[in-house]
């Protein structure tokens, strides 16, 4: 299977700067290789392991990740986007994660995990403080439903996180990082954009119809180098369920040929 895989970054440099893995986390990616049926199933590890190197998963990082896993840009694009764990650059440096999912949203408990976070820090769901230190968004189950809200902060989990418990965990986080309640209270926070900033939008893959449906062959499932278009131009605002749609930049998508 793996000797099928076809990747546009073969042979090119994975990241412009050059900026690889530490040699302690490329241990840790040889170690998945070995480990892993072949590269391409190590892909969500190794999201992590340039996660931790980038400290968000910048575009560089996933340029990086699709190169060590031999997959397209896109394919990291992907999974990188459906899950919401991973730390992306428009995220604050302290990230609450407020579970929405229906055993949480019961009874308001949902609500009342938001409505600390608003009135302590002036954020609301996909929202950023104009410091970038804290962002809030909603997701889905966190695996706790019968102690709702459950609440993530980064790598830290709670449950039943609402109310003087909550609140207090806000003041110490917000002392420790030497700030003030004032100055997030009442003041306006700012949209996260949760778009990845370059997106290729359209593939030419092989068996592709002119109504635009795609063949997948198990035998080659990806384009081979030099097949597809790629644009860089800025996609259009999406609307997504952590945040409301930033401005248009008038940019249109680059139609293919
Ligand atoms: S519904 Fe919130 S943890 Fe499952």
Not at 167 to 189: C, F, H, P, R, W
Not at 231 to 240: F, G, K, S, V
């Amino acid at each position: 299977m793996s000797e099928n895989i076809r990747t546009p970054q073969a042979g090119l440099k994975p990241v412009a700067s050059g900026r690889t893995l530490s040699p302690e986390r490329m241990a840790r990616f040889q170690e998945m290789v070995e480990e892993y049926p072949n590269k391409r199933s190590t892909l969500m590890m190794v999201i992590r392991l340039v996660e931790e190197e980038f400290e968000s998963v910048t575009d560089e990082a996933m340029a990086l990740a699709a190169h060590l896993c031999e997959v397209p840009v896109a394919h990291v694009q992907g999974m990188v986007t459906f899950y919401t764990h991973f730390k992306r650059p428009f995220h604050g440096k302290h990230r609450f994660m407020v579970c929405a999912t229906l055993m949480c949203a019961l009874d308001g408990n949902t609500d009342a995990a938001l409505k600390s976070i608003k009135d302590k820090l002036g954020i609301g769901a996909g929202e950023i403080t104009a410091d970038g230190l804290f962002s809030c968004e909603k997701v889905e189950c966190l695996a706790d439903c019968d102690r709702p809200p459950v609440v993530q902060k980064d790598f830290e989990h709670f449950c039943n996180m609402k109310g003087a418990p909550f609140n207090q965990y806000i003041d110490g986080l917000v002392a420790k990082e030497g700030k003030a309640l004032s100055d997030y209270q009442g003041k306006v926070a700012a949209k996260m954009d949760t778009r990845v900033s370059t997106l290729p939008v359209h593939y030419t893959f092989p068996g592709e119809t002119s109504e635009g449906a795609r063949h997948f062959d198990d035998k080659d499932p990806y384009w081979k180098p030099g097949q597809g278009e790629l644009t860089t131009a800025i996609p259009r605002p999406l609307h997504t369920p952590f945040s409301s749609p930033v401005a248009d930049s008038g940019l249109k998508p680059q139609k293919s040929k």
